[in-house]
């Protein structure tokens, strides 16, 4: 395919020849003007195809140029989104666990004695682990229907999460409690929280609002009943009604 360069000297070298054969119009009535002429008819279609071939390669030029620069903004606001990611990692992301040790492999073999027993090991105190609401996973949130969305994003709802596992964290600390320990305030917070408990609750997380505004600095507002129905959406919670409150499970 021709260049530019090429169909612009060929262009120029058309001009050119029609320029000489029109000075040599001036020379009269020569018998050979009309084959003259005819000559410069033909140098003009010429000229006309080199145009339009000229005018294709600019089309083409002006259609490549736009798709690169398309490639251009896409490849930018992908690295403007990798860039606000990388510096927007939420904090509830587990972490890969690092192990190191200097030690000599060699040292961890129990070296004994097998004329005398091993020394019977004390059981551990079993430990309440409480139950923690699940983050949501970005195709979970790509699947909440809009009109429940509004314009809450991924990161607040997982803020609010890490708020109500705060919240459910430090409620069943004191349940959990021995009753011994506790203070005349705990034994009050203790005894409100056995008040709230049903029979569909036993054995069971949950939280009320009076919980989120003892443990969290979260608003109970609307936009929180909004992420509420979210998480009921996704299988995070349940909702258990009676004696004049709303219970929140966690599943």
Known sequence: MA??????????????????????????????????????????ASIQNSLDTFQAQILRQQTEMKSLKDLKNSVQKNSEIAHHLLENIPAHLPKKATMSSTADPQDDKVKW??????????????????????????EEFNHVPGYMKGRMTYDQINAVIHELNAAVKA??????????????????QYN???EQETKETKGQYF????????????????????????????????????NHFVRYVLL
């Not at 004695?113 to 970005?138: F, G």
């Not at 409620?171 to 409690?177: A, E, G, L, N, R």
């Not at 989120?212 to 258990?240: A, M, N, W, Y």
Request: hydrophobic residues 35%; proline residues 6%; aromatic residues 4%.
């Open 171 to 188: 409620k069943y600390k004191i349940v959990h409690q021995p009753l011994k320990a506790m203070s005349n305030i705990t034994r009050n």
């Open 113 to 138: 004695d097998p004329v005398q027993p091993l020394p019977e090991k004390k059981p551990a105190k079993p430990k309440h682990s409480v139950r923690e609401i699940e983050y949501l996973l970005m």
């Open 192 to 194: 409100a929280f056995k």
């Open 207 to 242: 939280f009320v609002e009076a919980d989120i505004k003892d443990f969290t600095r979260l608003k109970v507002d609307k936009k929180l009943q909004g992420i509420f129905s979210i998480l009921r959406h996704c299988h995070r919670l349940r909702e258990v009604r009676g």
């Open 3 to 44: 260049s530019l360069e090429d169909v612009s000297l060929q262009l120029n070298n058309k001009i050119s020849s029609i320029k000489r054969s029109l000075q040599l119009k001036s020379m009269g009535n020569d018998p050979s003007l009309a084959t003259m002429l005819q000559k410069i008819g033909l140098e003009l």
